[in-house]
């Protein structure tokens, strides 16, 4: 091989690391975080299907305040463009029933019961009305059939003069490049974990799921966080995102007290489920 052909290989990979710096590059500066940073969350709510409290309840919120803590919710959007707090599309695992959210029309969804108890999937407007000047939220927006900025317009229409704290977060990236775009002082984050070993989104190709896990899409996006699921944190991506630029974290979904102790002597806050945390 020809000593020219060396440089150009040499200059090649030069390229590639300098853009994928560039794309790892977040935003920086929103003081709120401060104030969100201060709280465990509890995933979908304080919830307990043994005890009869089902995720994303109003019922599961009531003990999350009870407990002092911040919660994580799903918002999906229905047949009608309401907004409901509800994991999954597939109401099977939470209803029993067939059928998808998006496929379905508020009152509907409403005359459906949560895991066999007498709570219904709530409306955003009658979660964010419990949460009102009391603890934060972490919103998580579920984008089904491209509808990402239809969603996210919704959620700040919604949102639009609640007195309270909050930020939202997506694993789909048009959720915060429509926030970027449009509602710039909301503070986004990026979700994301191991996809190219199976994750939450399903369906993607392998470029797609190789961006993901590796957070190539944050520096079109530029989050505020990156909430990355805690087992899949030694990401080459996220430590130099750490190293670079001091990117925060936010760690999902831990289930014991040992693992948040060790999140928060690092500064990051979690997303908890399955086991009420101590005072540490």
């Known amino acids: 091989m020809k000593p020219i052909l060396y440089v150009y290989i040499l200059l090649a990979i030069a390229l590639l690391i300098l853009l994928w710096f560039f794309s790892l590059k977040t935003r920086r500066g929103q003081r709120k975080l401060q104030v969100l940073k201060q709280y465990r969350y509890a995933h979908r709510g304080l919830h307990n299907a043994r005890r009869g409290i089902p995720e994303n309840s109003i019922l599961s919120y009531c003990y999350v305040l009870a407990g002092g803590f911040g919660a994580e919710i799903d918002v999906r959007m229905t047949k009608d463009k309401h907004l409901v707090v509800i994991h999954d599309s597939d109401l099977r695992r939470l209803c029993g029933v067939k059928g998808r959210v998006e496929d379905m029309t508020l009152e509907q969804l409403k005359l459906l019961q949560l895991q066999g108890t007498h709570e219904s ?74 996809f190219l070993r199976g994750g939450e989104v399903h369906g993607l190709s392998l470029p797609a799921r190789f961006a993901l896990t590796n957070l190539l899409t944050t ?53 908890f489920e399955g086991f009420l945390p101590e005072d540490s």
């Not at 990401?235 to 948040?260: A, C, F, I, K, P």
């Open 121 to 194: 999937i709530p409306r955003l407007e009658e979660v964010l009305t419990i949460f009102s000047g009391k603890a934060p939220l972490i919103i998580e927006l579920k984008v089904e059939r491209g509808n990402a900025a239809a969603l996210t317009d919704a959620v700040m229409a919604e949102l639009s003069g609640w007195s309270g704290t909050y930020c939202i977060e997506s694993f789909h990236p048009g959720v915060l490049l429509r926030l970027k775009e449009k509602y710039p002082w909301v503070i986004r984050g990026q979700l994301s974990e191991n």
């Open 219 to 271: 520096g079109l996006t530029r989050p505020d966080f990156v909430a990355y699921r805690w087992q899949d944190r030694g990401n080459l991506s996220l430590r130099l995102m750490r190293g670079l630029y001091g990117v925060h974290e936010v760690g999902w979904t831990v289930r014991d007290q040992d693992t948040l102790d060790g999140l928060a002597e690092e500064g990051v806050p979690s997303i």
